[in-house]
């Protein structure tokens, strides 16, 4: 709306600055832009850097570290791509990461369910027994359980790496699919109850859909947990064979010590698969979100 007219016939900016409403948000918003902006390229910047070293030679390397490589040496890569070991390592690394996820979040979502939709005596000290699981530190666990490992015979076996992880990362899963699950309205489940639902079929039908957000949110922290840990198949894995990701790069930098430019190809490569996997979790979030939101 403009202000008083002036005698000549022009109007006065209700703005003193001159500035319309959404010309001042954004400009309000300028320094968050140029925050992220610079948070971005401080995360990109070594990751670019890794893929260019990639493509050097270790005397390219120590002659002009931040230069582009002349020439470029796709060998490097190709190399890698072409070898049994890594691929291999890639579908253990897999392997275990689903089957730990699997365990954990139906573990979890199962005793979240009954910690929070029913009423028993003893209800909030065994969930506070859960919550401790928070407080526990993996390090303090390794020679007890290398040692039941051990007297279990799964040594060398995915499982002994499968039910440790599962085991650790289910006080969070709990914690947060239970907080999820006290939120679900209480007539949900009276009308479904009305309609003939067993407790487990609400769980099941009505439940588990509503709390995609949630299980989509527990499910990325399981994977990338299980993806990234190194002490435990470490401890677990003794042969090649069932080597993950993270014991393949310690492996691999271990014997091309003194060729730094393919360590740098190495880890470029391990890095691709869980990047592509927070590509497609993150997408699976909104969705999971936004169908949240339209049920709510």
């Given at each position: ?35 992220v902006w610079l948070i971005g390229v401080v995360m990109v910047t070594p990751l670019l850097y890794a893929v260019v070293s990639g493509f050097k030679t270790t005397d390219q390397l120590s002659d002009n570290a931040f230069g582009l490589p002349s020439p470029w040496v796709v060998s490097n890569y190709t190399d890698i791509l072409a070898s049994s070991s890594f691929w291999r390592m890639l579908g253990s690394s897999t392997l275990i990461a689903v089957g730990t996820t699997v365990l954990t979040v139906g573990a979890a979502a199962l ?186």
């Amino acid at each position: 709306m403009s202000g008083p007219s002036r005698p000549g016939g022009l109007s006065i900016s209700s703005s003193p600055s001159g500035l319309s409403a959404p010309a001042r948000r954004r400009l309000r918003s300028m320094p968050l832009y140029v925050v992220v902006w610079l948070i971005g390229v401080v995360m990109v910047t070594p990751l670019l850097y890794a893929v260019v070293s990639g493509f050097k030679t270790t005397d390219q390397l120590s002659d002009n570290a931040f230069g582009l490589p002349s020439p470029w040496v796709v060998s490097n890569y190709t190399d890698i791509l072409a070898s049994s070991s890594f691929w291999r390592m890639l579908g253990s690394s897999t392997l275990i990461a689903v089957g730990t996820t699997v365990l954990t979040v139906g573990a979890a979502a199962l005793a979240a369910f009954a910690l929070a939709r029913f009423t028993f005596r003893g209800r909030e000290l065994l969930f506070t027994l859960f919550t401790v699981g928070l407080m526990f530190p993996f390090a303090v666990a390794i020679l007890p359980l290398f040692i039941l490992l051990r007297t279990f015979g799964l040594l060398d076996n995915p499982w002994g790496v499968i039910l440790p992880q599962a085991a650790f990362g289910l006080p969070m899963t709990l914690v947060i699919l239970r907080g999820f699950f006290r939120e679900i309205p209480g007539e949900l489940e009276e009308a479904a109850t009305l309609d003939g639902c067993s407790p487990f079929g609400f769980f099941w039908r009505v439940l588990l859909p509503m709390a995609r957000p949630a299980l989509g949110t527990v499910s990325v922290l399981a994977v990338v947990g299980s993806w990234n840990n190194f002490l435990l198949p470490l401890l677990v894995f003794s042969e090649p064979s069932w080597w993950t990701i993270p014991v393949g790069v310690q492996q691999f930098q271990g014997q091309y010590a003194a060729d730094i430019a393919r360590v740098f190809a190495y880890l470029v490569i391990a890095m691709i698969p869980a990047l592509g996997f927070y590509a497609v979790a993150e997408r699976q979030l909104i969705g999971g979100i936004t169908a949240g939101a339209t049920k709510g």
